[in-house]
């Protein structure tokens, strides 16, 4: 399975900004959960949102909640991040994951995920 990021740029505060991840390499791709993840410079890598895939349950970083909208198309095998009112904080690079494991928890947890993207960089000025 290969994901495959998209949608990062340059954006000024205050700014919407929208993220895809595209899986492709499978005939049939069924994670359990798929997710976004953010890393900012010197800084872990941490959750951001979570999706049960066909299933609709979304999760969200406590902080993030109000702010970014996980959704998918899983006909298109396809992931989505819409992130609203961005602020220099978000400016990181995002990754898309998918977990293949079926279970309720710990889809906050990137050690938990079997597939990565390669990550694209989405910088917010202030």
């Known amino acids: 399975v290969q994901l495959q990021a998209s949608g990062g740029g340059l954006v000024q505060a205050g700014d919407s900004l929208g993220l895809s991840c595209l899986a492709s390499g499978r005939t049939a791709f069924s994670p359990y959960h798929m997710a976004w993840f953010r890393q900012a410079p010197g800084k872990e890598r941490e959750f951001v949102a979570a999706i049960r895939w066909n299933g609709g349950n979304t999760f969200y970083a406590e902080s993030l909640k109000g702010r970014f909208t996980i959704s998918e198309d899983s006909p298109k095998n396809t992931l989505y991040l819409l992130m609203n009112t961005l602020k220099p904080e978000d400016t990181a690079v995002y990754y898309c994951?998918?977990?293949?494991?079926?279970?309720?928890?710990?889809?906050?947890?990137?050690?938990?995920?079997?597939?990565w993207g390669q990550g694209t960089q989405v910088t917010v000025s202030s």
């Open positions: 994951a998918a977990r293949m494991k079926v279970a309720w928890s710990g889809y906050d947890r990137d050690q938990e995920y079997d597939y």
